[in-house]
């Protein structure tokens, strides 16, 4: 009888062992694969369609878990492996697995790929920053503003951390304008400044780069003519800038839009606006800094084709107006 009580304790306490072994071996597979500072940062990806697996594997492979088994039973155990969710992730290697899971199911930390069309402006990129949840709205136009970053938001494809503050967005920004530019504009702080005023008007207002040239050797002649620039897009810039009219929505121009006492009122001032009306691209930018002479003095956009058409005069320009515009 003692020594059938004594197997019973025997395997009792087997068991009490082994169910220890597996809850150590359990904790000790979620924690850190690294120390603290040992090693870097890193951005893991989630694709949308992922699976759980997938995702899964792919943090093991990548070393910033310890476990596939014991990653997958916390994640169901807890609820929030089903709430991973696609985007970019800043992940170190010394996060334990429940940190890791945390951070990619509640979008802390979180990437999303924003594209930012050429001619934009920071009220337009404001919008679509907004929509994306990179910014609450109206943070990035007012610092944008308040900073004078307008032509230097340059137009690309960005990888943006959701819930960001204004500047650490504008700072991926100037990084990427600083190298793509770095090689086109002048090393004159004034030249440059006037070639990307230019190249805004430009990217605004006429589609191709042979037309781009030709527009800027329009309008650097009627600077030197001391003759008003007379382009539109300055007009919506204004009404965007003032609050007038929602971005993007400035359209259609009415006889009063023209009236506003602005320096951006290229039909009330002489010259260049004080600063860029929107964000160029590399040709607008090209474009600008490359002008070509020619015979004309005037141009407008065909609204259907948006093809540039050109003027010698002001009776041809007025013509065109008409047969284009429907304005007499």
């Not at 087997?14 to 809850?23: E, K, N, T």
């Not at 995702?55 to 609820?79: E, P, Q, Y």
């Not at 985007?87 to 940190?99: C, D, I, N, Q, V």
């Not at 960001?164 to 190298?179: G, M, Q, R, T, Y």
Request: charged fraction near 25%; proline fraction near 6%; aromatic fraction near 10%.
């Amino acid at each position: 009888m003692l020594l059938q009580y004594d197997r019973k304790n025997i395997v009792a306490c087997s068991l009490f062992f082994v169910a220890l072994l597996v809850v150590i071996s359990f904790f000790y597979y979620l924690t850190p694969v690294a120390a603290e500072g040992e090693t870097a940062e890193t951005v893991f990806v989630v694709n949308t369609g992922d699976g759980f697996r997938d995702i899964r594997n792919k943090l093991f492979d990548a070393h910033l878990i310890r476990s596939r088994t014991g990653f997958t039973v916390l994640a169901f155990s807890s609820g929030r492996g089903w709430k991973v969710k696609p985007g970019a992730y800043r992940l170190t290697p010394s996060m334990s697995s429940m940190e890791i899971l945390r951070v990619i199911s509640e979008e802390r930390g979180a990437q999303v790929i924003v594209t930012i069309p050429e001619g934009m402006t920071s009220y337009e990129i404001d919008v679509l920053l907004a929509h994306a949840r990179v910014i609450a709205p109206g943070t990035f136009g007012e610092f944008a503003r308040a900073n004078d970053l307008e032509g230097k938001l340059f137009p690309d494809t960005y990888h943006f951390f959701l819930h960001s503050a204004p500047k650490d967005v504008v700072d991926i920004f100037l990084a990427n304008f600083e190298e793509k530019t770095a090689s086109l504009l002048p090393q004159d702080a004034a030249r440059a400044h006037d070639a990307l005023i230019l190249a805004s008007l430009l990217e605004s207002e006429v589609p191709e780069y042979k037309d781009r040239r030709i527009v800027a050797g329009l309008l650097k002649k009627r600077i030197e003519a001391r003759m008003p620039l007379q382009v539109d897009a300055t007009i919506c810039y204004i009404k965007e800038r003032e609050g007038i009219s929602a971005p993007g929505t400035c359209h259609p121009l009415t006889p009063l839009d023209f009236t506003y006492d602005s320096p951006y009122n290229t039909y009330m001032r002489r010259g260049l606006p004080p600063a860029p009306i929107g964000n160029p691209g590399t040709l607008a930018i090209k474009a600008a800094l490359d002008p070509e002479r020619s015979v004309y003095w005037f141009y407008l956009s065909d609204p259907k084709t948006r093809k540039t058409i050109f003027s010698e005069t002001l009776d041809e320009h007025a013509q065109n107006r008409v047969k284009y515009l429907g304005i007499r």
